[in-house]
């Protein structure tokens, strides 16, 4: 099964992505891209346990929304 912090972060990329749509895909995913990897350098200066597969859950699931909400628009 899958973890839940990973769960969440994919929920967090999607949220991302799915708020910034209407500004573009690009501008969208690199946003999702910057709140990941910001997210794990913020855990690296001892504010959490940084983690890769963190920031590319949230990038996948920002990537999923996009890639849905650009399909049924």
Do not use: C, N
């Amino acid at each position: 099964m899958m973890q839940l912090d990973k769960i969440t972060h994919a929920l967090a990329g999607a949220a991302i992505a799915a708020a910034l749509l209407p500004w573009g895909v690009i501008p969208a995913l690199l946003a999702v891209i910057v709140a990941a990897v910001g997210k794990e350098l913020w855990d690296a200066q001892g504010h959490g346990t940084p983690d890769v597969y963190d920031a590319l859950a949230t990038v996948i699931g920002g990537v999923l929304m996009a890639s849905w909400l650009t399909l049924v628009s």
